[in-house]
């Protein structure tokens, strides 16, 4: 069931996802629930956005701190959302750093630490990194919704390499060896979100539930008759199997009270649209769509590989992005690497606009957010991890006042902020990766 507080006019439409959505009658809403809405309390939903290479940072870093700043060019297509962000300077990827001995491996290094704040030799057979952030609060949060997290990419899984890609693929970690696989088709999140349907029509989706609770209890019969007639080390691995069993049908269940919920009307997509900024619209509208229908409160999106070999041809840049990032100074590079990074801006900014408009419960889905864009490296054509270019975007569910730059003391880990949004999310944690406190410039 979805509640909203303002009232929405009939003919409203969604834009996105490739069609046009009607709204459904949420004006009819206020009267029948106007109980609940006292009640209901939105949950905060928690977002990354990464992006590779490295920023052009004499155009990405305000020059005045406070809320007296001035958003550079490369910030210039977030202006409508100025009153809701940070741009935090000062904070360390530090983690990303090759120690003495160990070879090059910046960018994989870069990325692995990112969510972590652990370090990783590239070099080494044994992949390892540690527990993502994201992944942290998704262990909590799954508790309550059918998906614990949303991992969302553009490019597909790199294979043939030392073994660095393994890092360079994803910025999620479940645990210090299992990295999560960034999906980047369309389809493959939509049946994610949705099973097997070709629609959210709430009808058509409570049949594919009620079909798979189906299957479920017959296995659950299955099992429990196999249980009788093993032995004691056979009865453990069954045990945790039917512990796999009950997860299912517990997010079946979920699924079963949310079928009731009106949904955009929104059709499974084909595959791949034909341009990046397509591409990156679509995954931005299903994960705005997964905020709106509480399928998960948390959410990464990777918008490149470090060592991307993306090209842009969009913007009339045919060269793949990673190489012209190593300008040496080059003013036509330079150039190229500005154009992308304002580029992705304004891709962010869409995925802002599709959130601040969306109604939830008593303000936005953007007002109960916190929308963490950045990336692991500044300086791309150097390898640097220090001064990282952050942007914290959102309310927080009335956490967060935007509208400043803020300028942390030399030295901050980045992981300090993270350590800060668990705290507003609920999630208390002493430390975590490289972290050596918190940072007490967020607070309202």
């Known amino acids: 069931m979805m509640i909203f507080r303002k009232a929405i006019p009939r003919r409203t439409f969604l834009r996105g996802i490739g069609t046009t959505l009607a ?3 949420l004006d009819g809403m206020i009267p029948a629930f106007a109980s609940a809405l006292d ?14 290479n490295g920023i052009i940072m004499e155009e990405w870093t305000p020059r005045a701190e406070g809320a007296a700043f001035e958003l550079t060019r ?3 297509p977030l202006i409508p959302f100025r009153d809701q962000l940070h741009v935090l300077s000062g904070l360390d990827n530090k983690e990303a750093w090759a120690v003495e001995g160990e070879p090059a491996g910046e960018h994989p290094r870069a990325c692995a630490a990112f969510l972590t704040g652990v370090h990783v030799n590239v070099a080494k057979k044994e992949i390892r990194a540690g527990i993502s952030v994201d992944q942290v609060v998704a262990e909590e949060f799954k508790k309550n919704t059918q998906l614990g997290s949303l991992e969302l990419g553009i490019e597909p899984p790199e294979l043939s390499c030392d073994g660095s890609c393994s890092y360079s693929n994803t910025i999620c970690w479940r645990n210090a060896t299992t990295p999560l696989p960034m999906e980047n088709q369309p389809r493959a999140v939509f049946e994610r979100l949705f099973g097997a349907s070709d629609t959210t029509n709430p009808a058509e989706r409570l049949a594919w539930i009620q079909r798979n609770r189906s299957v479920l209890d017959i296995v659950t019969q299955e099992v429990a008759r196999i249980l009788r007639d093993v032995g004691p080390s056979d009865r ?4 945790q199997y039917l512990d796999a069993v009950r997860d299912v049908e517990r997010r079946i269940q979920i699924a079963e009270e949310q079928s009731v919920r009106e949904l955009p009307t929104v059709q499974r997509p084909a595959g791949i649209p034909p341009t990046y900024s397509e591409h990156v ?3 931005m509208d299903l994960q705005v769509l997964a905020y709106q229908t509480d399928m998960t409160r948390v959410s990464t999106f990777q918008m490149g590989h470090e060592f991307s070999h993306l090209a842009y041809p969009e913007l009339g840049i045919s060269d793949p992005h990673h190489p012209f990032t190593h300008h ?4 036509v590079k330079i150039a190229k690497s500005l154009q992308v990074n304002v580029f992705h801006a304004k891709l962010f900014s869409y995925f802002l606009e599709k959130m601040r408009p969306t109604p939830d419960g008593d303000g936005s889905l953007l007002d109960h957010s916190m ?18 270019p952050i942007l914290l975007v959102g309310g927080g569910s009335g956490q967060l006042k935007g509208g400043s730059h803020i300028r942390y003391p030399k030295g901050t880990p980045l992981t300090n902020l993270y350590l800060t949004l668990l705290d507003k999310l609920g999630i208390r944690a002493e430390k975590f990766g490289d972290s050596s406190g918190r940072l007490d410039l967020l607070s309202i």
């Open 23 to 25: 709204l459904p009658l």
């Open 39 to 52: 009640t209901a309390k939105s949950p905060t939903r928690l977002g990354f956005v990464y992006v590779p």
């Open 74 to 76: 490369i910030l210039e």
């Open 236 to 239: 453990i691995k069954v045990n």
């Open 281 to 283: 619209k679509l995954m």
């Open 328 to 331: 040496l100074g080059d003013p």
């Open 371 to 388: 929308i963490l864009y950045g990336a692991g490296l500044s300086d791309g054509n150097k390898h640097i991890p220090i001064n990282l």
